[in-house]
C-alpha cells in the first residue's frame, strides 16, 4: 500500500511542481485570444468551460491504452509502476503540453500542421501520414475491445444473447454521429457524466482492494522486487516495457487528441490543467490498474495464465466483480468501457480535422465534414477483419514513433526561441532510442537484430538526431525582412524573447 500511496503522491506533487516549470518555460501569454475565440465556426472551434474542457481531454487521451497497457506491462512486476511515474511526468505530461499549447499558438493547427512548421515540410508529410495511420489504428482498436468487453458482460450478465458483430456495428454507428456533429452536442455534453462514472470505477475499485482481507494492495512484493524484471515469459524489459506502457506514461495518440480541446479552451493560463493535468489524471488511472493487477491475482504468474487465457479485458472483468460485486461490478466494467469508446470517436474527429486541413477544405457545412469522414469509416470497418493482437502491436509502435516526433516539434519551439529546450530533449532522446531500437530488435514487427546491437545503433541514431534537430532549429529562426526575430504572433522579439515592438510578420 505504501509503495502504491508513494507513486501516487509523486504523480501529484509532479503536476504541481515539473507542471508549473513547464509552463513557465512554455511562457504563457494569458491576455492572447485562443482559437476558440479568434476561429469560433460553432463545430469544432467552441469555447467551453475549464472543467469541462478538462474532463473531455482526459477522456479524449484515456482510451483502453491506460488499462491494456498497464495490465499487460505488470507482467514485468512492480517495476513498471515507476515507468508510468517517470514517463508520466517527464514525458507524457510535457508531451501532451506542447502538443495542446503549440496548437493553440497555431489558431488550433493539428500535429501535422504544427511539426511541418517547426521541422520542415518533410516532417509535415510523415506526420500525415503517420498521424492518419495511427487514428485508423486507434479507432479500430477502440471499435473491437468495447464490443467484446459489451458482448462479454451482456451475454455473462443478462439472458441475452448479442453477437460481437452487432455490438461492432453500434459502437460504428454511434462514432459517424459523434465524429460529425458538433462538438459541444455529444462530446461536451455528455462526457463529464462519463468522467464522473470513470472517477467512481477507479477510486472504487483501489478502495475495495486496500480493504480486503483476500487481496493486499501490493502486499505480497519485496521492496527489492520493485526494481527487477519478473516477466514469467522471460521478454526483456528493455525496450519492450516502454513500448507496452504507453497511454499512462506518454502516448502520441495524444498529440492527435489536444488540438481539440486547443479549439474549445478559453485562456492559455488553463493549459497546464488542461492538458499535463489531463496526463496526470491518465497517469494515476494506469497505476491503478498497474496495481490491480498486481495485487488481485497473488503473482505475476497468475496474472500471467489470466492474460494466456482472456487478455487484459479478462483481467478488467475479474477485478471489477471481484471486488465490487454485480450491480458495483457491472458500473466500473462499464466505466472501463466507456474510455476506448470515448477515445475511439473522437480518433476519427482528428483524422476528419487532418484530412481537412491537408485539403484545404473547411468543416462547417456537413456536406464536406462527411466527404472527409465516410473514407475513414470505410477503411476502418475493414480493418477490424484483422487480428486484434496484430492491431495492438503496430498500434504500439506507431503510437510511440508519434510521440517521438511530437516531442521533437517541442524541442525545436523551444531552441528557435531560445528557451530551456532540455525538457523535450531529454525525453525526445529517451523515447528516440527506444523506439528504433525496438524496431530493430523485434521479430515480428521489425528486423530481428540482436538486442546488444539495436541498443547501440538506437543510441547513436538518437545522438545523431539530437544534433541535427537543436543545430538546424539554431540556424532556422523566423524573421522579418529587417533580420529580426519574430515570435509566434510576428513580434519582433530580442534574445531574450522579449517584445521589441509590435511589427511585421514572419517570413
Known amino acids: 500500500m505504501l509503495w502504491f500511496l508513494f507513486c501516487l503522491g509523486l504523480l501529484l506533487g ?28 460553432g463545430v469544432d472551434y467552441v469555447a467551453m468551460s475549464t472543467p469541462k474542457v478538462y474532463l473531455v481531454q482526459l477522456l ?25 511515474v517517470a514517463g508520466c511526468i517527464f514525458a507524457g505530461g510535457v508531451h501532451d503540453y506542447f502538443s495542446g499549447m503549440l496548437s493553440v499558438r497555431n489558431g488550433g493547427a493539428s500535429v501535422p500542421a504544427i511539426t511541418g512548421k517547426y521541422l520542415g515540410n518533410n516532417a509535415k508529410h510523415f506526420m500525415n501520414i503517420f498521424a492518419l495511420v495511427l487514428l485508423l489504428l486507434v479507432g479500430v482498436v477502440f471499435v473491437s475491445a468495447p464490443a467484446g468487453m459489451l458482448t462479454n458482460l451482456i451475454n455473462e450478465q443478462t439472458d441475452m444473447s448479442v453477437s460481437l458483430l452487432t455490438m461492432v456495428v453500434i459502437i460504428f454507428t454511434y462514432y459517424v454521429v459523434a465524429t460529425i456533429v458538433p462538438v459541444d452536442k455529444i462530446i461536451g455534453r455528455f462526457y463529464p457524466f462519463f468522467g464522473a462514472l470513470l472517477i467512481f470505477m477507479s477510486i472504487g475499485l483501489i478502495t475495495a482492494v486496500s480493504l480486503s482481507s483476500d487481496h493486499s494492495l501490493l502486499g505480497d512484493y519485496e521492496m527489492s522486487q520493485m526494481f527487477i524484471n519478473m516477466n514469467p515469459n522471460d521478454l526483456p524489459l528493455w525496450p519492450a516495457l516502454f513500448i507496452t506502457i504507453a497511454c499512462g506514461a506518454i502516448s502520441g495518440f ?14 492559455e493560463g488553463d493549459g497546464r490543467f488542461v492538458f499535463y493535468g489531463a496526463m496526470i489524471g491518465e497517469g494515476i488511472i ?3 490498474w498497474c496495481a490491480l493487477a498486481l495485487s488481485f491475482f497473488g503473482s505475476v504468474e497468475a496474472l500471467s ?9 479478462a483481467v478488467v472483468y475479474g477485478a471489477s466483480f471481484g471486488l465490487l460485486g454485480v450491480f458495483g461490478g457491472i458500473l466500473a466494467f462499464l466505466g472501463v468501457v466507456i474510455l476506448p469508446i470515448t477515445s475511439g470517436d473522437t480518433a476519427f474527429r482528428s483524422s476528419r480535422l487532418i484530412l481537412s486541413e491537408y485539403f484545404n477544405m473547411e468543416q462547417k457545412s456537413i456536406r464536406n465534414r462527411l466527404l472527409m469522414a465516410l ?15 496484430i492491431i495492438w502491436r503496430y498500434f504500439g509502435f506507431a503510437n510511440q514513433t508519434t510521440a517521438v516526433m511530437m516531442l521533437w516539434t517541442a524541442t525545436a519551439y523551444l531552441v528557435r526561441h531560445n528557451k530551456f529546450h532540455w525538457v523535450a530533449t531529454v525525453p525526445a532522446m529517451f523515447m528516440t532510442a527506444v523506439v528504433i531500437t525496438f524496431i530493430l530488435n523485434n521479430s515480428t514487427l521489425g528486423f530481428g537484430l540482436a538486442i546488444q546491437t539495436a541498443t547501440v545503433i538506437g543510441i547513436l541514431a538518437m ?24 515570435d509566434d504572433d510576428g513580434i519582433a522579439i530580442d534574445c531574450n524573447g522579449v517584445a521589441i515592438r509590435k511589427g511585421s510578420s514572419a517570413s
Open 14 to 41: 509532479g503536476y504541481f511542481l515539473y507542471g508549473r516549470f513547464v509552463e513557465k518555460v512554455f511562457g504563457i501569454k494569458s491576455q492572447r485570444q485562443t482559437p476558440a475565440y479568434a476561429k469560433h465556426d
Open 60 to 84: 479524449n487521451i484515456a482510451g483502453v491504452g491506460p488499462i491494456f497497457g498497464p495490465i499487460m506491462g505488470a507482467l514485468y512486476g512492480p517495476a513498471a509502476m515507476l515507468w508510468i
Open 254 to 267: 495524444h498529440a492527435t487528441q489536444s488540438p481539440l480541446m486547443a479549439r474549445c479552451i478559453e485562456n
Open 286 to 288: 494506469a497505476l491503478i
Open 305 to 313: 495464465d489470466v492474460v494466456a487465457t482472456g487478455g487484459p479485458g
Open 375 to 389: 473514407p475513414l469509416f470505410i477503411l476502418g470497418a475493414i480493418l477490424t477483419q484483422v487480428d486484434f493482437g
Open 463 to 486: 545522438v545523431a538526431i539530437t544534433v541535427y534537430v537543436v543545430m538546424k532549429s539554431k540556424h532556422t529562426q523566423f524573421i522579418n525582412e529587417k533580420g529580426e526575430r519574430l
